[in-house]
Nanobody, 117 residues
Framework: QVLLVESGGALVQPGGSLRLSCTASGSMKGIYAMGWYRQAPGKQRELVANIGVTGVGPNYVDSVKGRFTISRDVEKNSLYLQMDKLRPEDTAVYYC??????????WGQGTQVTVSS
């Protein structure tokens, strides 16, 4: 079982920056990829960025390329999302996800990011 806890969401003005963190606890054995997803009101959850634990990737959705950076700290079992040049359309609940080679998928509870003046 893996528990994921996100933090770092906030209200920020357009053009601003935020850094989201996701801390994982429990058995990370078999986890081969982690990523950030987001869900805006009335929209489907979408992939923002992901990265393989063995260094594969990262991959970004086109709308965030050049503005967001995903990274991980293996020793701290943590995943990060540095978000720069934020836009109102980035407003969403951001979720951390971990995929296991045993077929399990784990989600965090989400953290709200609101970009507004």
């Amino acid at each position: 079982q893996v528990l994921l806890v996100e933090s770092g969401g906030a209200l920020v003005q357009p053009g601003g920056s935020l850094r989201l963190s996701c801390t994982a606890s429990g058995s990370m054995k078999g986890i081969y990829a982690m990523g950030w997803y987001r869900q805006a009101p009335g929209k489907q959850r979408e992939l923002v960025a992901n990265i393989g634990v063995t260094g594969v990737g990262p991959n970004y959705v086109d709308s965030v390329k050049g503005r967001f950076t995903i990274s991980r700290d293996v020793e701290k079992n943590s995943l990060y999302l540095q978000m720069d040049k934020l836009r109102p359309e980035d407003t969403a609940v951001y979720y951390c996800k971990a995929d296991s080679q045993y077929g399990m998928t784990y989600w965090g509870q989400g953290t709200q990011v609101t970009v507004s003046s």
